[in-house]
């Protein structure tokens, strides 16, 4: 099992940003409510001059709210979420409107703004001084920046260079940021000590506001970009996209962080100067651009969006593709979904996480998090053990421990964005943990146990993956050398057992966690366990024969009788051991059949694939050959197939003489044997036939021949004819003798 889908993913951490921003609601909820217990009828008109319009707007909602709830409790649940939606509609729909009826009133509340602005710093001539004086302390700290960056150890000439790995390239690229983020901190440090010498606190605050938003953040971005994208240095890009699109999104996205950044900063400075932003409702337009900029940015660079979420690696699965094809898509949609809550939130009254800039951190975490699957995988393939051995089974285990980091690290990513959005929002994480009641409450530690035995899952999986990988290179599968005839060399024996283990563990963890997850959720587990007993025996006594063939598969693996890869044969059924689970085997035939035995069906198991093998080859010569002249022989060829590169590491023991074995009525018979390496023993006796062969011409040594001699009396008196007849019969004689001796011996 992998990772839950990428697409779920999405959904999920889209899902606690909205249950974020209802905790935020709750919260702003629970402030008018405090703010409606303290009106009365005596200081009512005292308190609503004090609230702002979104207060009142709120306060008017939710009196009008428990009035009609009070008025209609047997209201059904049908018309209550025809209400919600109502109101929710009307919360977006009322920014815009509202927005659009004092659309004549801005310039008049801008010129209000800056009236109140000037008279509070003292007059147009001291505005004028402050502005000076403002100009001044930020061309002091650009001075000092600028020196700081060009003397700063980190930017010497012989420190930069565009690497030839990745961990070069991002020590440069950490060297270029460290060098940047320094100067911008002796820029905010310099501008903040002259500010404070120079300049009044009230001043001060002024200039504060658009400093951190307008400059100091965005160029941090800006910093941050450069590193990612590198669109000036396409060596050290991180990200697998083009010139045209690394250009694009780091001058695009420095310039939307820039406007967002106005956004808050005139709002804030606006509220500063006493005008309500309600009167004017400016940054209902301004937060607009924001999110049309945004769609802007991700259509005009999707396809370099889905270049990017691909990645330059081949470890992307097809659904990996089908993602990234989506994502563009998907950004649009957290954009429209996170203009839609910023609305109703306005709408509401309920800005004081805006003014934080909630929707923004939320909108730029949900459309990175899939990218930084991107990242996940890049540092997987270059940070991962290599493969250490050869063969299908071997790049599968690793194939699967790499695809287990990059599942724990996606975890890792969507824990990292959900505590982001969380902390924006105001929502601790950790109350839920500490928390034991409320259905919210429950859900979560729900969901957190699941993550928990999901990362259990995963660690599990790297850890017999990668011993797994290890086994089977240290043996080898040789069952795949396709001129075997049969046998071959077994993986060892956690090899064979670890496919087992991990399944089993797998199992374990899934129904265990499984469990503890049900009970987080406040259902009482007892009588799921009890049933569970139960039907384990009903189990058991109904599958007694599936009880033997686990029970025996068990033993025969403690026993260590075979092992995946080895040549075995079961009452006349010989193949490869191809495939085992916890109830059966399967047996490859070396012509190819699959034979699949229950391991309670096997009497007796003999394995051909253990340790080693032993050949004894026969060579019939004729009677006058000298043996030591065969012995010579073949110790010459043992010798030459020991120093042979292609033989050398297959042979336990080389191919030497045992002097002659038997005489018969044809000649002498003399054998040789040799000791080899499961599997191996087919190939050499081949190359050891054909060297034999060569070798005996090569000294005029010469196999013997069977020989049948027939005497014909009276054959010096015949005819031509007579004898070739005479011969005829004497040759048939002779096949006839043959066959019969032959399957006297029991040939075939």
């Given at each position: 099992m992998r990772l839950v889908p990428m697409l779920l993913r999405m959904l999920l951490v889209s899902a606690l940003f909205l249950v974020a921003a209802t905790a935020g609601a709750q919260d702003t909820e629970g402030s008018t409510q405090e703010v409606s217990e303290t009106i009365s009828a005596e200081n009512v008109e005292e308190t609503l001059a004090r609230m702002s319009d979104d207060e009142v707007r709120a306060w008017l909602i939710e009196k009008v709210t428990e009035e009609g709830s009070q008025s209609d409790t047997a209201q059904s649940s049908g018309q209550g979420i025809i209400n919600q939606i109502s109101a929710l509609w009307t919360a977006f729909a009322t920014p815009f409107s509202t927005a659009v009826e004092v659309l004549p009133n801005v310039p008049e509340k801008l010129d209000e703004t800056f009236t109140r602005f000037t008279e509070e710093m003292g007059g147009a001539g001291v505005v004028t001084q402050w502005l000076v004086m403002i100009a001044a302390i930020l061309t002091a700290g650009f001075l000092v920046e600028w020196v700081v960056r060009r003397f700063f150890p980190i930017q010497q000439p012989d420190e930069t260079s565009d690497g030839d790995g990745l961990w070069t390239t991002l020590q440069y690229l950490w060297r270029r940021f460290l060098s940047e983020f320094v100067g911008l901190v002796a820029f905010y440090v310099v501008i903040r000590?002259?500010?404070?010498?120079?300049?009044?606190?009230?001043?001060?605050?002024?200039?504060?506001?658009?400093?951190?938003?307008?400059?100091?953040?965005?160029?941090?971005?800006?910093?941050?970009?450069?590193?990612?994208?590198?669109?000036?240095?396409?060596?050290?890009?991180?990200?697998?996209?083009?010139?045209?699109?690394?250009?694009?999104?780091?001058?695009?996205?420095?310039?939307?962080?820039?406007?967002?950044?106005?956004?808050?900063?005139?709002?804030?400075?606006?509220?500063?100067?006493?005008?309500?932003?309600?009167?004017?409702?400016?940054?209902?337009?301004?937060?607009?651009?924001?999110?049309?900029?945004?769609?802007?940015?991700?259509?005009?660079?999707?396809?370099?969006?889905?270049?990017?979420?691909?990645?330059?690696?081949?470890?992307?699965?097809?659904?990996?593709?089908?993602?990234?094809?989506?994502?563009?898509?998907?950004?649009?949609?957290?954009?429209?979904?996170?203009?839609?809550l910023t609305n109703v939130l306005s709408g509401l009254g309920q800005v004081a996480s805006l003014v934080k800039g909630a929707h923004y951190t939320t909108m730029a975490t949900l459309l990175l998090a899939p990218l930084a699957d991107t990242s996940v995988r890049g540092l997987v393939g270059h940070l991962a053990p290599p493969m250490t051995g050869t063969g299908s089974v071997a790049e599968a285990a690793h194939r699967a421990t790499k695809r287990s980091f990059i599942n724990i690290g996606r975890v890792f990513v969507i824990g990292l964005a959900l505590i982001i959005i969380a902390n924006a929002w105001g929502f601790s994480l950790a109350d839920l943990l500490t928390e034991t009641t409320?259905?919210?409450?429950?859900?979560?530690?729900?969901?957190?146990?699941?993550?928990?035995?999901?990362?259990?899952?995963?660690?599990?999986?790297?850890?017999?993956?990668?011993?797994?990988?290890?086994?089977?290179?240290?043996?080898?599968?040789?069952?795949?050398?396709?001129?075997?005839?049969?046998?071959?060399g077994g993986g060892s024996r956690l090899s064979t057992v670890l496919p087992l283990v991990l399944a089993t563990s797998r199992g374990l963890i899934v129904v265990v966690f499984g469990l503890l997850a049900i009970g987080n959720l406040g259902i009482d587990i007892t009588p799921l366990l009890a049933g569970a007993g139960i039907a384990g025996l009903a189990i058991g006594f109904g599958a007694q024969k599936l009880v033997t063939d686990v029970v025996s598969g068990v033993f025969f693996l403690i026993d260590d009788a075979f092992r995946v890869g080895e040549y075995v044969e079961i009452?006349?059924?010989?193949?490869?051991?191809?495939?085992?689970?916890?109830?059966?085997?399967?047996?490859?035939?070396?012509?190819?059949?699959?034979?699949?035995?229950?391991?309670?069906?096997?009497?007796?198991?003999?394995?051909?694939?253990?340790?080693?093998?032993?050949?004894?080859?026969?060579?019939?010569?004729?009677?006058?050959?000298?043996?030591?002249?065969?012995?010579?022989?073949?110790?010459?060829?043992?010798?030459?197939?020991?120093?042979?590169?292609?033989?050398?590491?297959?042979?336990?023991?080389?191919?030497?003489?045992?002097?002659?074995?038997?005489?018969?009525?044809?000649?002498?018979?003399?054998?040789?044997?040799?000791?080899?390496?499961?599997?191996?023993?087919?190939?050499?006796?081949?190359?050891?036939?054909?060297?034999?062969?060569?070798?005996?011409?090569?000294?005029?040594?010469?196999?013997?021949?069977?020989?049948?001699?027939?005497?014909?009396?009276?054959?010096?008196?015949?005819?031509?004819?007579?004898?070739?007849?005479?011969?005829?019969?004497?040759?048939?004689?002779?096949?006839?003798?043959?066959?019969?001796?032959?399957?006297?011996?029991?040939?075939?």
């Open positions: 000590v002259l500010g404070r010498a120079l300049l009044p606190l009230e001043h001060l605050e002024y200039g504060a506001i658009f400093v951190l938003h307008l400059i100091w953040i965005p160029r941090l971005f800006s910093a941050m970009a450069r590193v990612v994208l590198s669109p000036k240095r396409p060596s050290l890009r991180l990200v697998n996209a083009d010139d045209a699109t690394a250009h694009s999104l780091q001058r695009g996205l420095t310039f939307v962080v820039f406007w967002a950044g106005l956004t808050i900063a005139v709002f804030l400075f606006v509220q500063k100067t006493g005008v309500r932003p309600g009167d004017m409702r400016l940054g209902v337009w301004m937060d607009s651009v924001v999110y049309i900029l945004m769609a802007s940015i991700i259509w005009k660079n999707r396809d370099g969006l889905q270049r990017i979420l691909i990645g330059d690696g081949d470890d992307f699965s097809g659904f990996d593709q089908k993602v990234a094809k989506f994502y563009p898509i998907y950004g649009l949609i957290v954009v429209a979904l996170t203009f839609c409320g259905i919210g409450d429950n859900l979560f530690r729900f969901l957190m146990t699941l993550v928990v035995g999901y990362l259990v899952y995963e660690g599990s999986s790297v850890y017999i993956n990668r011993r797994l990988q290890a086994e089977i290179t240290a043996i080898g599968m040789t069952q795949e050398e396709a001129d075997n005839e049969m046998g071959g009452e006349g059924t010989m193949g490869a051991v191809e495939k085992i689970s916890i109830r059966s085997m399967q047996l490859r035939h070396h012509r190819g059949p699959v034979h699949t035995i229950p391991y309670g069906e096997i009497p007796k198991l003999t394995n051909y694939s253990r340790d080693w093998v032993i050949m004894k080859l026969k060579f019939t010569v004729q009677f006058d050959t000298d043996p030591n002249k065969v012995k010579k022989v073949f110790k010459k060829i043992g010798a030459e197939m020991m120093a042979d590169e292609l033989y050398k590491d297959d042979f336990l023991q080389p191919f030497k003489s045992q002097g002659v074995f038997d005489i018969d009525d044809v000649g002498m018979v003399m054998r040789g044997k040799f000791m080899a390496k499961p599997g191996k023993q087919f190939m050499i006796r081949k190359e050891i036939y054909n060297r034999v062969k060569a070798e005996f011409e090569a000294n005029d040594i010469s196999f013997a021949r069977r020989e049948v001699r027939v005497a014909i009396p009276g054959a010096e008196d015949m005819s031509d004819e007579e004898r070739h007849q005479a011969g005829l019969a004497a040759a048939a004689a002779a096949t006839a003798s043959a066959d019969a001796e032959t399957k006297s011996s029991g040939g075939t």
